[in-house]
């Protein structure tokens, strides 16, 4: 007999999936060039030249066993050793090589660090808007996702909705920031607030809470902007990276989990991935690919076109008299919808060739993400379709 729950999740496709085939079935029809898709994240730009040079030079350079060999268990010491000394240097923090473990993608990161503090039965807090494959990684480890309503006003964390969620079964609170959909990144004084009712949470119910950090946009941010980094706030802390956006390689899966030395068992953390990758079958992500990023660690693609995007866009739906907070990075914007019904209102948009994402899928109703990881021509071009819209179907 084959496994229900699995066949029953055929049931639920992702959303931005469907548009982003609608998007590509309608490219067929029209030219793809008249599509205007802003469903997926799929970064646009080449990683850098840097990157592929890395990869020619160990394909060339490595004895091919070696290079193409399985990895130790706890992955490449060399490359975490490189990982933790750009985190010190640009974060202040102190990470050795045994705090870091390479795994596939921010996915493979969230999969070992949920695992690491929970087990089946326990929960997990995420804050609305979030990333709907949240709810796969936490359900496939055996825990609940519970996840807060939204503070719309600006997208940080609406603590008033926490007490509600938290509870003596909670192993962790899981953000992302920047964010994925709203753009926003959490200030220090959010981080700080978070750390205090954690810090203070966990002693009411006399075990640690976990905080588990998705930052797989951290290198996206906008306007100089520094990007405050969580794990300088909270002691126990998981950090999840992934490259995929910074150096444009997400069909590599590549990334990591760094563990904040001063987090409750922190010597425990590394060795105990090794162990759940065995359970999970992520374990050893390519040598050739962990060696490339550790030879990139501190370069990123050429990100501006995300900027730009954003700054047009941002613009543009002003004009147009959206409700819309200014984003701090990643390259997704999420304006309130022109109707209380996101669903429709996105529907209606697919008549003029926009693809654009109804908010009910990170938990959000009522607004809609558009994700510019295209190019700004075509951002450009997009605005009379965008136009005609509004003033065709809204007034
Ligand atoms: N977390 C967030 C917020 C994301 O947006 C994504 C991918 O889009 C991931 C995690 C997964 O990243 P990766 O593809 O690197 O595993």
């Not at 494959?133 to 603590?159: C, H, M, S, W």
């Not at 119910?205 to 946009?217: A, C, K, M, T, V």
């Not at 190019?375 to 071009?381: A, C, H, L, N, Q």
Request: glycine share 8%; hydrophobic share 40%; net charge negative.
């Amino acid at each position: 007999m084959i496994a229900q729950h699995y066949k029953d999740m055929l049931g639920a496709k992702s959303v931005i999936r469907e548009i982003s085939e609608w998007s590509t079935a309608r490219g067929k029809e029209i030219g793809y060039e008249n599509v205007f898709d802003y469903s997926l994240g799929n970064p646009s730009v080449p990683c850098p030249p840097q990157f592929t040079e890395a990869c020619l030079d160990l394909l060339e350079h490595t004895d091919p066993v070696a290079l193409h060999g399985y990895t130790p268990t706890l992955t490449l010491p060399e490359v975490r050793a490189q990982v933790a000394e750009s985190l010190n240097r640009r974060f202040g923090m102190d990470y050795t090589a045994g705090h870091i473990f390479m795994t596939s993608g921010a996915a493979g990161a969230l999969a070992h660090a949920i695992r690491c503090v929970g087990v089946s039965g326990q929960n997990i807090v995420t804050f609305a808007p979030f990333f709907p494959e949240y709810k796969p990684y936490v359900e496939g480890a055996g825990l609940t996702l519970r996840v807060a309503p939204p503070r719309v006003e600006d997208f940080q964390i609406n603590f008033d909705a926490l007490d509600g969620l938290v509870d003596e079964n909670t192993a962790a609170v899981l953000i992302n920031s920047p964010n994925n959909p709203s753009g926003v990144a959490y200030s220090a004084e959010t981080l700080t607030r978070l750390a205090d009712y954690l810090t203070a949470t966990g002693k009411k119910y006399g075990h640690h809470i976990f905080l588990i950090s998705d930052e797989p946009y951290r290198e996206i941010a906008f306007g100089g902007v520094e990007v405050p980094y969580p794990a300088k706030f909270y002691a126990d802390t998981l950090t999840c990276y992934s490259f995929s956006k910074s150096l444009s390689v997400p069909g590599e899966r590549i990334g990591y989990v760094a563990v904040n030395p001063h987090a409750e068992d922190a010597d425990y953390i590394v060795p105990m991935c090794g162990q759940i990758s065995r359970g999970t079958g992520h374990n050893c992500p390519s040598g050739l690919f962990q060696w490339a990023v550790g030879r990139c660690i501190d370069l990123t693609s050429d990100l501006q076109v995300y900027e730009t995007n954003m700054n047009l866009i941002y613009d543009e739906l002003k004009k147009l008299g959206f409700t819309v907070s200014k984003p701090d990075g990643t390259f997704y914007i999420f304006p309130k919808a022109l109707e209380e019904d996101a669903n429709a209102f996105c529907r209606k948009a697919m008549a003029y060739d926009l693809a654009l994402v109804p908010g009910d899928t990170f938990g959000c109703p009522g607004y809609f993400r558009m994700a510019y990881c295209i190019g700004t021509e075509k951002v450009r071009r997009s605005f009379a379709a965008l136009e005609k819209f509004v003033h065709e179907v809204y007034g």
